[in-house]
């Protein structure tokens, strides 16, 4: 239910960046409807503030051998 009504964009990808689950708000802020959100990597938005993050914080999983990372609040 959080993760549903948050004004916040949340999306979940796997480790190579491909989206796998989205928000609502998500869809407001970029644009893109759900299902075309789902087919694409984040480095692939146009946004490149997800880009940037996204790429920083897979990096941090990878390095560490972390499983969950909780991105910066905008």
């Known amino acids: ?4 009504n948050s004004s916040e964009e949340i999306f ?3 480790l190579e960046g491909d989206i796998r689950l ?5 869809s ?5 409807t759900p299902d075309k959100l789902l ?3 984040i480095r692939k938005i146009k946004s ?3 880009r ?4 920083r914080n897979i990096k941090k999983i990878k390095e560490k ?3 969950f990372i909780e991105t910066e609040h905008v």
């Open 1 to 4: 239910l959080l993760f549903e």
């Open 12 to 14: 979940l990808t796997n």
């Open 22 to 26: 989205i928000n609502p708000s998500v």
């Open 28 to 32: 407001k802020t970029i644009g893109y």
């Open 39 to 41: 087919e694409k990597n």
């Open 48 to 50: 490149g503030q997800y």
């Open 52 to 55: 940037e993050t996204v790429s």
């Open 65 to 67: 051998g972390e499983k």
